[in-house]
């Protein structure tokens, strides 16, 4: 047995010196037990409850989508099923002029918030990652604030400020108010993606004369965009969803999606309601799908 153990201590010396690391030697009783048939079911019972565990969260999940899609096909008003019917559809296309309105205005405000949020917390992610300054941790601490504060408080706030310089609510405030709460989300993200790549690459374009602003197109952005693009699409989903500051910074001619479905419901659910979240959960699904394959492909490359 001592014998056995120096010759794998000469293999083990040896091979160092060559730069390889052999596996030790097998001993007799040394080494990791054996799994047996009881190691064997354990972790079959631990992959099933895992996996039961994952289904049922993900029917927990999805399942008022599906009742949602198939409700939206019912040809009555009713909760009860009575046909299948293209009705609600119908009535959605054709005959919803105000809802398509306060569709389109949630739709310039979130393309409008969130191309001006991307802009805004890009650059400040940038600045606070490449530059020191004596307020830089204020900044940092300061950008958190809106995610942080409960969105009754943010919406008052803003209503409080917009009648104190005398701004009239409309579609202006409503996007002023989605850019400053958008604004933090793009700044993580994008603070996040510039943590991680490694910032000899900008020393190097330096030393190789490239200017603050041709390192910035060619070379931070580009590393970057996964981050950015990520930030300008969480921006539009949160814009596109906020009921609660938009309800205080709204005025007249200004109503969009959440506050229309809001004023809605106060009569009942109507189907065309359903059919409107079917075809928005569809569109969503379509346009996430080939966006994350991008950022993928994009990240890799």
Do not use: C
Not at 88 to 103: I, M, P, Q, T, V
Not at 184 to 194: C, D, E, T
Not at 222 to 234: D, Q
Not at 262 to 291: C, D, E, H, K, Q
């Amino acid at each position: 047995m001592k014998k056995l153990r120096l010759h794998g201590a000469y293999r083990a010396v040896r091979a160092t010196l060559k730069g390889i690391r052999p596996l030790p030697p097998r001993i007799s009783g040394s080494g990791p037990p054996a799994t047996g048939r009881k190691g064997h079911a354990k972790r079959r019972r631990g992959i099933a409850v895992s996996d039961f565990v994952y289904w049922a969260v993900i029917a927990f999940l999805f399942a008022p989508l599906v009742v949602l899609f198939a409700y939206s096909f019912n040809s009555s008003k009713s909760g009860s099923w009575t046909g299948f019917s293209f009705m609600w559809y119908e009535r959605l296309f054709l005959g919803s002029g105000l809802l398509w309105n306060a569709f389109g205005n949630s739709a310039i405000i979130a393309l409008g918030s969130a191309s001006a949020a991307t802009l805004l917390g890009s650059l400040a992610a940038v600045g606070t990652s490449r530059y020191s300054f004596w307020y830089r941790p204020y900044v940092k601490s300061m950008s958190f604030i809106p995610m942080i504060l409960p969105e009754i408080i943010v919406g008052v706030s803003l209503l409080v400020f917009f009648a104190g310089v005398g701004l009239k609510l409309g579609l202006l405030t409503v996007w002023i108010a989605h850019t400053t709460f958008n604004i933090p989300f793009v700044y993580l993200l994008v603070s996040a993606r510039l943590e991680e790549f490694d910032p000899s690459i900008i020393e190097a374009a330096r030393d190789l004369g490239a200017t603050e602003v041709q390192t910035l197109l060619r070379i931070i952005l580009p590393i970057t965009m996964p981050g950015i693009a990520s930030g300008f699409l969480t921006a539009v989903t949160l814009s596109l969803e906020d009921f609660v500051i938009t309800f205080f910074v709204a005025g007249p001619g200004s109503t969009t999606l959440p506050l229309f479905i809001y004023s809605a419901i106060r009569f009942g659910v109507s189907p065309v309601i359903n059919a409107l979240s079917a075809v928005m959960v569809a569109g969503t699904v379509l346009l996430i799908y080939p966006a994350r394959n991008f950022l993928k492909a994009y990240a890799a490359h």
